[in-house]
């Protein structure tokens, strides 16, 4: 069972960074895209950002040019680096992982990050 674990998450200033990590363990081997997906009270999960196995990577027109993906599979890790936050970036951030590129089976527990106004 595919199990994730996120961590990173916290309170930072308008354009500020934070770096989320999401430990992926057990049956990594049939994993073929990461993600970050985020959710505010009352809206549905977003995605964020997600990245093949192959690398190719997809964000939110949101988030472009201010947050990167990557994965360090010798880690069995995931990475989002967020710079420029700004506070509609505020949200519970899940770590998510899928058998293919549009669907994602396996969740985080989340992790907060929160921009003040």
């Known amino acids: 069972q595919v199990q994730l674990v996120e961590s990173g998450g916290g309170l930072v200033r308008p354009g500020g960074s934070l770096r989320l990590s999401c430990r992926v363990s057990?049956?990594?081997?049939?994993?073929?895209?990461l993600g970050w997906y985020r959710q505010t009270p009352g809206k549905q999960r977003e995605l964020v950002a997600r990245?093949?196995?192959?690398?190719?990577?997809d964000y939110a027109d949101a988030v472009k040019g201010r947050f990167t993906i990557s994965r360090d599979d010798a880690k069995n890790t995931a990475y989002l680096q967020m710079d420029s936050l700004q506070p509609e970036d505020t949200a519970v951030y899940f770590c998510t992982a899928g058998q293919n590129w549009f669907s994602f089976s396996y969740w985080g527990q989340g992790t907060q990050v929160t921009i003040p106004a």
């Open positions: 057990g049956g990594i081997s049939a994993i073929y895209a």
């Open positions: 990245i093949a196995h192959a690398g190719t990577t």
